[in-house]
């Protein structure tokens, strides 16, 4: 792959992914380093743009942004090369992912994403329609948790897009009622039309 096609993984536009990325880890961001990471991991511009968008059929924009929006699926393509939701952990069914493994036996989830994708589109992802895309992803979906014992790469991609998500500030603090100190304890409150869930958790990153 040429140098052109790795040039966003060690750029500025990672940065507030990365921060997000050593917040998980508990870890000074300056420890998250880009430079360290396998550059097989590097991501396409293509495979960031897949990302977006996958992203942002799993949040869509509504009254607040997607997921895709405030670059949840940078934080996840960063997220996943560091190993988090156990996505450096290698697979049992080797050979079902042979030509996605990394040495240590585990997934390049985005690459394999891409090529799941793709196939399903009979070609390219990017270029259907977006009901076809939702659609895909959502046969996607379905598939990855039909069953407990599933070890989709999937599972480990949706959980840090919702996880990149809900730390961004539209999503912490947007999508979210956010409320630092909720108050006191109560079982049993009223639900209204239009009322959100509360959240005391928003890391104040802006990552887009």
């Known amino acids: 792959m040429q140098d052109s096609q790795r040039s966003g993984w060690s750029r500025r536009d990672f940065m507030g992914a990365a921060a997000l990325v050593a917040l998980a880890l508990g870890l000074p961001t300056a420890a998250v380093a880009f430079t360290e990471l396998d550059d097989k991991d590097a991501p396409t511009p293509r495979q960031r743009a897949l990302m977006k968008e996958v992203s942002q059929l799993v949040i869509p924009r ?123 304890f109560d079982p049993d409150l009223p639900l209204k039309p239009g009322d959100r869930a509360i959240s005391n958790d928003w890391t104040a990153v802006d990552f887009g």
């Not at 949840?72 to 042979?98: C, M, Q, T, W």
């Not at 959502?138 to 840090?160: C, G, N, Q, T, V």
């Not at 730390?167 to 909720?182: F, H, I, K, Q, W």
């Open 62 to 184: 509504s009254a607040t942004p997607g997921a895709g929006d405030v670059g949840a699926g940078d934080f996840a393509i960063l997220a996943l090369a560091h190993g988090l939701e156990n996505s450096r952990k290698p697979v049992k069914d080797a050979a079902a992912y042979a030509r996605f493994l990394r040495n240590d036996g585990s997934v390049r989830h985005v690459a394999w994403l891409e090529r799941e994708l793709d196939l399903g589109a009979g070609g390219d992802f990017l270029g259907a329609d977006g009901a076809r895309r939702a659609a895909l992803l959502s046969a996607l979906d379905a598939e990855a948790f039909a069953s407990r014992e599933s070890e989709s790469p999937w599972k480990a991609i949706k959980a840090l897009i919702v996880t990149g998500y809900y730390t961004s500030e539209p999503g912490g603090s947007e999508e979210l009622r956010y409320e630092a100190v909720p108050g006191r």
